[in-house]
């Protein structure tokens, strides 16, 4: 069964940065395209980044366009969101996700990923 696990959130001030990882078990990693997305609290999950099995195309929100990066390593089995110029409106709750090669895919849609990471929390003080 595949797993998805989310670390790497914590406390920053505005301006700085942090690097999230997401490490999959039970699965081929190389055959599932990546997503982060987050949830801040009253709001709907949103789409930040995405990229495709192989890492070489990747999709950003533009509230997070040139400031975050999505890279995919996978002989580490594990998807990083780097974070950069973080903003007190970055604060949220990431979750990594992934869905096989081959499945109908609009990136920035949350129904179309499979599986999800637990979640890791991302707090920006101001």
């Known amino acids: 069964q595949v797993q998805l696990v989310d670390a790497g959130g914590g406390l920053v001030q505005a301006g700085g940065s942090l690097r999230l990882s997401c490490a999959i078990s039970g699965g081929s990693f190389s055959v599932y395209n990546m997503g982060w997305f987050r949830q801040a609290p009253g709001k709907a999950r949103e789409f930040v980044a995405a990229?495709?099995?192989?890492?070489?195309?990747?999709y950003y929100a533009d509230s997070v366009k040139g400031r975050f990066t999505i890279s995919k390593d996978n002989a580490k089995n594990t998807v990083y969101l780097q974070m950069n110029s973080l903003k007190p409106e970055d604060a949220a709750v990431y979750y990594c996700?992934?869905?096989?090669?081959?499945?109908?895919?609009?990136?920035?849609?949350?129904?179309?990923?499979?599986?999800w990471g637990q979640g890791t929390q991302v707090t920006v003080s101001s």
């Open positions: 990229c495709n099995a192989n890492g070489d195309r990747t």
């Open positions: 996700a992934a869905v096989p090669v081959g499945r109908p895919l609009t990136y920035t849609r949350a129904l179309n990923y499979d599986y």
